[in-house]
């Protein structure tokens, strides 16, 4: 996972450059290249994110593994229903 921080960091320091030059400078062909390099940044989130969930769905399920070898949880009993009150006569 350090590693996955490390590219996503590098990514985001070689933008710098083409940031100051689109904004500052007005040079579109450094938009160009922001556009491409936040398309890039995009796509690793998405994979970070996703490497993040199969990592603690996969802890979630190790640690609920002991739990199901052991007795079976009792069901709740069903509250009982409630009957409404029957309406007062006018």
Do not use: C, W
């Amino acid at each position: 996972m350090a590693n996955n921080f490390g590219k996503l960091r590098d990514l985001v320091h070689s933008l710098e450059a083409d940031f100051e030059k689109f904004y500052d400078k007005s040079n579109s062909a450094a938009g160009t290249r922001v556009r491409k390099g936040m398309q890039e940044l995009k796509n690793m989130a998405q994979e970070i994110r996703a490497e993040v969930q199969n990592t603690k769905n996969s802890a979630t399920d190790k640690a609920a593994a002991p739990a199901a070898k052991a007795a079976p949880a009792k069901k709740a009993a069903a509250p009982a229903a409630k009957k409404a009150a029957p309406a007062k006569k006018k």
